[in-house]
């Protein structure tokens, strides 16, 4: 039922609802409706809602005028409805029970609910009960900008008597009364809470607390402005709390008050308790009388909750905002550092979660901002699955998801920084701090001699490594031991940064120097250190020369190709050592110090002694033969005769042979008649060597070059003459006297002194009976056939 612009005069039924009863559906008062002189024997004097079943009423620009109810609400009696009052003015209307103006009960299962906004109540009262204006025992109920005037209850209450659950804001109390207590509010049950509003002039005729609480109800009084004389008869104090309440943000005019609280101080709530304030206000307490109340306040740049009904009441309801700004960003995954294996045959990736700390609850000025990560600054190992996102107040602190791969990273930390831009209250620019932890495991076929550290180094590179074939020079010991490096790699063949093994891996190098065409036959083992950076030293060294491989393992697996290896003997001592027979010796006129040791330190034979490669003591020579006397002069001719035969020719001239032309001198000699020629060969300077031995003929020249068959015995030695070589003289001439041996039975030595000759004969020089006399200057040999 709609009603426009009615009046209802004079109305007086039997029981509820002097004007109009509602026990059903949906009844509206709107556009300028008049309720005046009408009364009820039961409840409402001018409407009263009674029903078991849901029901509304809407009351807007109405005037309520002297009506009367034997029972509640002297105007309204609303029981199981949801109400709605606006810009009503009820005046002049009694109860002779609770709700000189109104009653809100309930008295089936349904609740009523009220919303009342800007209406006055000016000079109702309750004849008999409490709340000279409106008695709430029951129901929901909002009361907006409303005003009691002049009120009064016989008992308590004088303006409201409630056990309901009550919010009252911007509503004022003036003068009014009750005949026992609490001339403002009685609240003996529910929550009642009372904002920004005021209570003046008001007294109670027995004591004159003007709120007064009971039955564990909870009081809030918040901004409320107290004007109250506590010289009037038998008043205590401006409250009478004996209930929890919170007396917050109070302004009071009190004079001739012993007390502020006539009740228990102990249930008034202080800053210690939660809910004191609103978010993010600050609290503090102040004292009236000795009652503690709270004082709510946004400090330190905070500002009041923009969707708060007032600047002032912010601070104590919806709270004080900061603005939101972006305090630091944290990874929230594995802490600040990222470590990533690298195994023989995977690189890890991973997502890291970086948390973006805010600070600020502001989501009422912006309900969304955003963020943005600049993709730019990342090297090519990070990358952002996303670069942008919301921040709302269901999501709170932002996550940015930053993808991290350990591929195409040699071993060790990288470091890098992504730059966050965050949209707040204000704009801000964070660089956040990534650091990557590669941990590579090495990669036995990816392990490198080399030789140029740096060049690898540099790039953290294996691929560029290279080393050569070195030649080296045998030592006595590994003192002397030469280093030869190599690199440790991983998957990627990129340089390792630590040494095995370690925690994670329990494999450790080894090496060996493995003989391939020396008189050693066994393998040896090589000791390694770890010099840093992924590099390690092999301390390599043998004591008999010849060819060689260092191999490396990683645990049981052959690592990387061996490296070949060439042992001589030294050059750089003094003297020289010389080769024979696949060891190292003191050269002519020197024997070691030690004759045990295969690599010796040499000393000199004194003057008039000697010693060949290979002896251990030095050895006395004898001076060379004198010349035979010469000839007696043939006899004088005897007288001529018959013409005798002819004579043989004189013996030719010695064949002369330089040793520039050694071999190819001796080849024409050999290929040519010389029988009967003396042959010589005359030694300058350098080395040669010459070796001869009876049953064949075999010149083997330095290329490698064979001609004709090899006799036995002739193996690698550079000559071998045999009886087919008939010079009637064959004499080899230097500085100083010679060696002379005869038929190949006796053997004499006189040694040769020389620093321009240098001769080695490393075997047999072989003789028979008819074997021409050999004339020796400069040379050393050993007779292997006696």
């Not at 949906?26 to 002189?37: K, P």
């Not at 609303?78 to 709700?99: F, H, K, M, W, Y």
């Not at 996303?386 to 991290?404: S, Y």
Request: charged fraction near 15%; aromatic fraction near 6%.
């Amino acid at each position: 039922t709609q009603c426009y612009a009615f009046v209802f005069t004079t109305s007086s039924p039997t029981q509820d609802g002097g004007a109009v009863l509602q026990q059903g559906g949906r009844l509206v008062l709107e556009g300028g409706c008049v309720i005046e002189d009408c009364s009820a024997l039961g409840d409402g004097g001018a409407i009263a809602c009674i029903s078991t079943s849901e029901m509304s009423l809407h009351i807007e620009d109405t005037n309520i005028t002297r009506c009367a109810a034997d029972d509640d609400g002297g105007a309204l009696s609303l029981d199981a409805v949801n109400a709605v009052i606006e810009r009503v003015q009820i005046s002049g209307c009694t109860a002779r029970q609770g709700g000189g103006a109104l009653v809100l009960s309930q008295t089936d299962e349904l609740p009523p609910t009220l919303l009342a906004r800007d209406v006055s109540v000016l000079e109702c009262q309750s004849l008999d009960g409490d709340g000279g204006a409106f008695h709430m025992p029951a129901g929901t109920a909002t009361i907006l900008k409303t005003t009691f005037v002049d009120c009064r209850a016989e008992r308590s209450g004088g303006a409201v008597s409630t056990a309901a659950t009550v919010v009252m804001r911007d509503s004022h109390v003036v003068r009014c009364r009750s005949g026992t207590a609490a001339p403002a509010f009685r609240v003996f049950g529910g929550a009642f809470t009372l904002l920004q509003s005021s209570i003046t002039a008001s007294s109670g005729e027995w004591y004159g607390g003007l709120v007064e609480s009971s039955n564990g109800a909870l009081v809030t009084l918040t901004l409320v402005d107290i004007t109250h004389d506590c010289a009037a008869p038998t008043s205590l104090g401006p409250f009478n709390i004996r209930a929890p309440a919170w007396l917050r943000g109070i302004q009071a005019d009190v004079s001739g008050c012993d007390t502020f609280n006539s009740g228990n101080d102990a249930l008034i709530n202080g800053c210690n308790v939660e809910g004191a304030c609103g978010d993010g206000a600050t609290c503090s307490v102040v004292t009236f009388l000795g009652t503690p109340t709270i004082a709510c306040a946004c400090t330190g740049g905070s500002f009041s909750h923009p969707d708060s009904e007032s600047e002032e009441l912010a601070p104590y309801e919806l709270g004080c905002l900061e603005s939101i700004v972006a305090e630091r960003a944290v990874h929230t995954l594995r802490t600040v550092y990222m470590p990533l294996n690298k195994n023989a045959s995977v690189a890890e990736h991973i997502d890291a979660e970086i948390l973006v700390e805010l600070s600020g609850n502001d989501f009422a000025t912006r309900q969304v901002y955003n963020w943005t990560a600049v993709a730019s600054t990342l090297p090519d190992w990070a990358s952002l699955p996303a670069e942008t996102g919301l921040i709302d107040q269901d999501t709170g602190n932002p996550v940015v998801l930053l993808r991290l791969t350990a591929e195409g990273r040699p071993d060790g930390t990288h470091q890098a920084t992504l730059r966050l831009i965050l949209d707040l209250s204000e704009r801000q620019r964070i660089d956040v701090p990534i650091r990557l932890v590669v941990l590579a495991t090495p990669v036995a076929i990816n392990t490198h001699f080399v030789d140029n550290i740096v060049e690898v180094a540099e790039n953290s590179d294996c691929s560029v490594a290279t080393a050569e074939p070195k030649i080296l020079e045998v030592t006595a010991s590994s003192e002397q031991a030469t280093s030869v490096r190599f690199a440790s790699c991983d998957l990627e063949d990129l340089l390792l940064q630590h040494s095995v093994p370690d925690s994670v891996d329990p494999r450790a190098f080894q090496a060996s120097l493995v003989p391939l065409n020396s008189a050693e036959t066994e393998t040896a083992s090589i000791s390694l250190a770890y010099s840093g950076g992924g590099v390690y030293e092999c301390a390599v060294y043998s004591q008999i020369p010849g060819e060689y491989e260092l191999r490396l393992f990683l645990g049981d697996e052959p690592a990387g190709a061996p490296l070949p290896l060439t042992f001589t003997c030294p050059t750089s001592s003094d003297p020289p050592l010389v080769l024979l027979n696949g060891r190292c010796f003191c050269p002519e006129g020197y024997i070691p110090q030690d004759a045990s040791t295969r690599v010796p330190s040499c000393e000199s034979c004194p003057d008039s002694f000697s010693a060949f490669p290979g002896d251990t003591e030095c050895t006395q020579f004898s001076p060379p033969p004198s010349p035979p006397p010469p000839t007696a002069p043939p006899p004088s001719p005897p007288p001529p005769s018959p013409p005798p035969p002819s004579l043989p020719p004189p013996p030719a001239a010695p064949l002369q042979v330089d040793t520039t032309n050694l071999l190819e001198s001796l080849e024409s000699i050999r290929s040519g008649n010389v029988a009967g020629q003396i042959v010589e060969l005359r030694l300058s300077s350098g080395l040669f060597q010459l070796d001869a031995l009876l049953g064949g003929f075999r010149r083997q020249l330095q290329s490698g070059e064979e001609q004709g068959p090899v006799p036995e015995g002739c193996e690698n030695v550079a000559f071998c003459f045999d009886n087919t070589t008939t010079a009637t003289e064959v004499r080899i001439v230097g500085e100083g006297a010679g060696t002379v041996i005869t038929n190949g039975n006796s053997e004499s030595r006189r040694g040769l002194q020389s620093s321009s000759v240098t001769s080695e004969v490393s075997s047999l020089l072989g003789v028979s009976a008819n074997t021409p006399t050999l004339y020796l200057s400069g040379l050393t040999f050993t007779n292997r056939n006696g």
